[in-house]
């Protein structure tokens, strides 16, 4: 099984508001940048396994189980034990394409919460960390990852980053 040399993510958001008033027209700038960089081990700040994927639905829930059913680009089945980084991007652009999000990985650790979703609408990303801690999954109670495209085909990509 492959190891985590140094995992770093960055976002980044900038933009500017104005508003013509009477005699001025004032600007806000706004730039903001958060990182994070995990190294390799299964503490505080570490992760050992990546799992990616472009994947497609059509018209019904897919579930993503984290625990001994994905297999990473060396062929290797992953058993997430806590997921560090969960990304998820909605890749339509026709808009009412929602893509939801839930399953008991969501509900039991994610939201902490029975039936809670996320909804992605076109060209959405949603990107959960917890660096320190993870997200914990537990086989059979805390482990789905439901994807949901309503009556729509949905392109979408996924990224976990987490320990196996």
């Known amino acids: ?41 299964t503490g505080a700040n570490q992760a050992n ?14 579930n993503l189980d984290l625990a001994a059913v994905l297999v990473d680009a060396f062929g290797d089945t992953l058993t997430f034990t806590k997921v560090k980084m969960l ?13 939801t999000l839930s399953g008991n990985f969501v509900d039991n650790d994610m939201l902490g919460g029975a039936d809670s979703t996320i909804v992605l609408g076109p060209g959405g990303i949603c990107l959960l960390t917890s660096p320190v801690d993870g997200f914990t999954v537990t086989a059979t109670t805390g482990d789905i990852l439901t994807v949901d495209p309503g009556a729509a085909t949905i392109a979408y990509d996924v990224l976990i980053v987490g320990t196996v």
């Open 49 to 62: 396994q990546i799992w990616s994927d472009t994947r497609s639905v059509a018209a019904a829930p897919e």
């Open 1 to 41: 099984m492959g190891t985590i040399a140094s995992f770093a993510q960055l976002l980044s958001f900038s933009g500017s508001f104005t508003k013509a008033l009477d005699l001025t027209t004032p600007t806000e700038v706004l730039n903001i940048s958060k990182s994070q960089t995990l190294a390799n081990g």
């Open 87 to 99: 990304m998820v991007h909605n890749k339509s652009t026709t808009p009412g394409e929602d893509l």
